[in-house]
Nanobody, 116 residues
């Protein structure tokens, strides 16, 4: 069973930057979607950034502050964020979807806490 492992979370001061990386335990073929979601405390999970069929898009809340990068050949996806705000505090999850058997993988989540 393929697993996605996230790294790079932690405690960051407001105004700072971070880079989250998600790597698959095995190569994933026919990737058509790579994305990052987040779930703030007591709130629902939301899509932050995605690469879908080669097109990149961002949630309005992070637009201009976030950059998603994906490498389908290596089955990895990263998210860089700057000018972090306390409201960016959340558990961040990566997701990779494949058109092969409709496989849909999620990472276990990594905590990002932005201190004011």
């Amino acid at each position: 069973q393929v697993q996605l492992v996230e790294s790079g979370g932690g405690l960051v001061q407001a105004g700072g930057s971070l880079r989250l990386v998600c790597a698959a335990s095995e190569s994933i073929i026919s990737i058509h979607f790579m994305g990052w979601y987040r779930q703030p405390p007591g709130d629902e999970r939301e899509l932050v950034a995605q690469i879908s069929s080669g097109v990149t898009s961002y949630a309005d809340s992070v637009k201009g502050r976030a950059t998603i990068s994906g490498d389908a050949a290596k089955s990895t996806v990263s998210l860089e964020m700057n000018s972090l705000k306390p409201e960016d505090t959340a558990v961040y999850y990566c997701r990779i979807r494949s058109s092969y058997r409709g496989d849909d993988y999620w990472g276990q989540g990594t905590q990002v806490t932005v201190a004011s």
